[in-house]
């Protein structure tokens, strides 16, 4: 990732363990300074911003779209939710009995989460990282959960939608919702950079490896906190690796 300083920085997770109610996670920050950038310059995390205070940004109940899939979601099932933010959709899903691994890049998103898990009950393996530098695995995972994922740019996106499939087991489900283009003139939510948003064409072409088992747009309604009210642009998508 690169930031308005021009400095090059990502997040290395250097160990994680849960014990009792209890997460911690213990994270180092590399900044590698482009020729001639000042060192001493003071990178904020634009999410951690976005998710100072506190209340959660985007609210505590689990997305809508995720809970109309709740009958394929079995107990014991192994799960990535992608960008968890403050942990709303992967505590959720932990309450499902499903072994939960929630990634974000956002420290302050982190404790969030925590907490709302300590209250609900479950546990969550949270981790702090870079998801361009992550370590995603290979077949690793029953489901991969994304809802508005929609900050990374196309090549991004393309490097990341390689990354959800290849973690995904053979059978294995994507549970994905975001925004189409058509949201920017709701203004409800999401990315105002059109290139990030999706459309059916781009979603069916970019996992047509995969058996889609549902692919829809449509306009609905969404309360999830702050961040996203109002009559939204969605577009939901079921898929199984064969």
């Not at 992608?82 to 499902?96: K, T």
């Not at 991004?156 to 053979?170: A, C, D, G, N, Y």
Request: charged content about 25%; glycine content about 8%; overall charge negative.
């Amino acid at each position: 990732m690169v930031d308005e300083y021009g400095m090059n920085f990502q997040f290395s997770v250097r160990r994680i363990f849960t014990e009792s109610d209890e997460v911690w996670v213990e994270a180092e920050l590399l900044l590698h300074c482009r020729p001639g950038v000042l060192k001493g310059a003071v990178i904020m995390n634009v999410w951690d911003e976005r998710y100072a205070g506190e209340a959660y940004h985007f609210g505590t109940e689990p997305n809508a779209f995720l809970r109309t899939q709740e009958r394929l979601l079995k107990p014991g099932m192994t799960c990535l939710a992608v960008a968890d933010g403050e942990g709303r959709n992967g505590v959720w899903l932990a309450e499902q009995g499903l072994m939960v691994r929630s990634v974000d890049s956002s420290t302050v998103a982190l404790k969030k989460a925590q907490a709302l898990a300590r209250q609900r009950g479950v546990a969550v393996a949270f981790e702090l990282a870079d998801l361009m530098c992550w370590d995603w695995g290979v077949a690793r995972y029953d489901v991969v959960v994304g809802i508005f994922i929609q900050f990374a740019a196309p090549a991004v996106r393309e490097q990341m939608f390689t990354h959800i499939k290849r973690s995904l087991k053979p059978g294995g489900l994507l549970l994905l919702q975001g925004y189409t283009p058509r949201q920017l003139e709701f203004k409800t939510g999401g990315p105002a950079l059109v290139e990030n948003l999706y459309t059916e064409a781009m979603l069916r072409a970019a996992f047509a490896d995969m058996d889609i088992l549902h692919l829809r747009e449509h306009d609905d309604r969404i309360e999830e906190g702050a961040g996203h009210s109002g009559m939204s642009a969605l577009i939901d998508l079921v898929a199984r690796k064969p």
